[in-house]
């Protein structure tokens, strides 16, 4: 062995694909690690020629961004396969969608360009179903948070516990009644590939907020939020709420956002 070569070459990495995919129903409940796992034993069992890392102990070269928090569901997850030859994205997104499980669905798959996928995401769009909520509730409570300059909730994590500025993660936001929302919710123009979240259950105290939030660093999640309601309005949902992440992406100057897959993108048929 020469100075300098791996002790366990691998096959060099020729060409990468990006993917987003779903996580749906009751997977919304799997950890990122559990995700990450079924998409390992599913590249597997598709016979996709992932690249590996050198040395003793191998591991295939996917990589993630953003992960949706464990208990929320996502129309808009990415990550991003090294391959040791060149594969056509139709056909990774058609055999790791037949690997997977129901519920961990491959949405679209591009080939990857610059810049970095990490660099083409820094915002979220949620969709959080209220049920026994009423509309006015909401609205009033979601108008109280964005007239402040700053509301800072605390989240207990592993190092300790950590103040969040919640406010200015949010960009914007917007309250629907479950009755108002088109089959499958509310009009998503910024998700891209045209999915449509699960029904839901309308009634007449059933409240929708949608919300475009930056991906700040610790990220504000839906709890954070629904907390941040609290702390300015009192507003305690009876039952849990249900969140959807609708898409990821890069805020533009209207505050939408842009699909971070880009032109070319192979969308999933409904």
Request: proline residues 10%; neutral net charge.
């Amino acid at each position: 062995m020469r100075p300098g070569e791996a002790a366990n070459p691998a096959p060099p990495t020729v060409q990468r694909i990006r993917v987003r995919f779903a996580k749906r129903g009751r997977l919304r409940f799997l950890s990122h690690r559990d995700v990450a796992r079924s998409v390992e034993r599913a590249v597997r069992r598709a016979g996709i020629p992932v690249s590996h890392s050198h040395g003793f102990s191998p591991h295939p070269r996917i990589s993630w961004i953003g992960a949706a928090p464990t208990g929320t569901a996502s129309e808009a997850e990415y990550l991003e396969i090294g391959l040791t030859r060149e594969v056509e994205p139709e056909v990774v997104r058609t055999a790791l969608d037949a690997a997977l499980p129901a519920g961990l669905d491959i949405l679209d798959a591009v080939v990857a360009e610059p810049p970095a996928l990490a660099d083409r995401i820094d915002a979220s769009l949620w969709r959080i179903v209220l049920p026994g909520v009423p509309e006015a509730a909401l609205r009033a409570a979601v108008e109280a948070l964005l007239a402040r300059d700053a509301l800072v909730v605390e989240r207990v994590m592993p190092a300790g516990r950590r103040e969040i500025d919640v406010r200015a993660a949010v960009v914007s936001a917007a309250v629907t009644t479950c009755d108002d929302a088109p089959a499958g919710g509310p009009p998503v123009g910024d998700a891209p590939g045209g999915v449509t979240p699960e029904p839901d259950a309308a009634g007449s105290d059933c409240a929708i907020l949608t919300a475009v939030v930056r991906q700040t660093t610790p990220a504000v999640r839906p709890d954070d939020v629904l907390g941040a309601l609290d702390v300015v309005a009192g507003l305690k949902p009876p039952v849990p709420a249900k969140a959807t992440r609708m898409a990821q992406g890069l805020l533009d100057d209207r505050g939408r956002l842009a699909d971070p897959l880009g032109a070319g993108r192979v969308t999933a048929r409904a």
